[in-house]
DNA sequence: ATGAAGGCCTGAGGGC
DNA sequence: TGCCCTCAGGCCTTCA
């Protein structure tokens, strides 16, 4: 599923087909993905024009011009495709390469007032919608934007005091941090050689500090690659992304460490797989 | 009140 | 070819 990096690619993607744009058609072909769709959403958005795409943690935000505003979340395996009016023009089959998802699974599609098709598809449907009225609180308890000012060494470090669980479980925790999947988390703790291992509570706060940013790091380098392209991530327009290309442990059970050379290490933790190096990560 | 495990779904890939 | 098993980027719920 798509980390922060990915559902920020996403969101680059749609940002110029939805954002002051009108709605004209939506169709929901099942009823529920994780969860049911929002009461009235059919009514609540055909017609409203979209005035922001933003984005917090892994969740999508797009905002009408009531104030409601539709929030979605990819789960493992959700996908967004564009499909343009013009590109719909071309000889059939001409320019056709396979569909990158099977049409069984395509859960919810946006027609705008432009022509274009946005079709959500989630086969393994751990996706979902929500949608909020403009007063509603969207996410409470969820943690800091990695990417923000609202997160720092300090501010990790004291949000990780207490905490009996690793600090690789910690990470995956959105309340503590928002945002970090399971390839990231393994990435920034070896890029700041903590052991996946070692107690949240025993990150001091020299170790927090390298790892918020080695966390930045990461995720910043991550989104300039266009996310992460494993089975099921796609860009809005079917590309993928490069940057599993510079994974330094994720996925590199027994391959060579970038550094010392040992070989890749898979644990496995709160029933994830962890991949480090047991001698450049304390 | 924490933290770990189970479960939700489908699909891909490996071993036989 | 096909079957069966394991595993997967998340996270909510249940259990210890």
Redo the contacts with the bound molecule.
């Keep these: ?3 922060l990096p ?1 559902v920020e690619t996403v969101r680059r993607g749609l940002q110029p087909h939805l954002e002051g744009v009108r709605l004209t058609r939506i169709a929901l072909n099942r009823a529920d993905l ?2 049911p769709f929002p009461d009235r959403m059919i009514e609540r958005l055909t017609g409203r024009t979209i005035v922001s795409l933003t984005r917090r ?3 999508l935000v797009a905002e009408t011009d009531t104030g409601e505003r539709l929030v979605m ?5 959700g996908r967004f495709s564009i499909h343009e009016a013009a590109s719909d023009a071309k000889t059939p089959g001409e320019f056709a390469h396979a569909r990158l998802t ?1 049409p ?2 395509d859960h919810v599609e946006f027609e705008t007032e432009a022509g274009t098709r946005i079709v959500f598809n989630d ?4 996706g979902y919608m929500q949608m909020f009225a403009p007063d509603d609180e969207m996410f409470p308890g969820l943690g800091p934007e990695p990417l923000s000012n609202a997160f720092s060494g300090a501010v990790l470090h004291e949000r990780l005091q ?5 600090i690789k ?2 990470l ?3 309340s503590v941090v928002a ?5 990231y ?1 393994c990435e920034a703790l070896f890029d700041s050689g903590i052991s996946p291992k070692r107690l ?2 025993n990150v001091g706060r020299a170790r927090a500090d390298r790892l918020v940013v080695a966390i930045r790091d990461v995720l910043a380098a991550a989104i300039a690659a266009g ?8 860009n809005a327009e079917g590309g993928l ?1 490069y940057f ?1 290309h510079s994974f330094k442990v ?2 590199r059970e027994g391959a060579p460490c970038v550094s010392c050379g040992k070989p890749v290490a ?1 644990i ?6 962890t991949f480090l190096c047991s001698s450049c990560q304390r």
Excluded: C, W
Aim: no cysteine; hydrophobic share 30%; aromatic share 8%.
């Design positions: 599923m798509p980390e990915e994780r969860f943690a892994k969740f979340h990819l789960g493992m395996s099977d069984r699974h086969p393994r449907r751990f207490g905490r009996k669980s690793p479980t910690a995956l925790d959105q945002g970090l999947g399971n390839i988390v949240a509570a996310g992460s392209t494993l089975k099921d991530y796609a992304g599993q994720y996925g898979r496995v933790q709160s029933g994830r797989s």
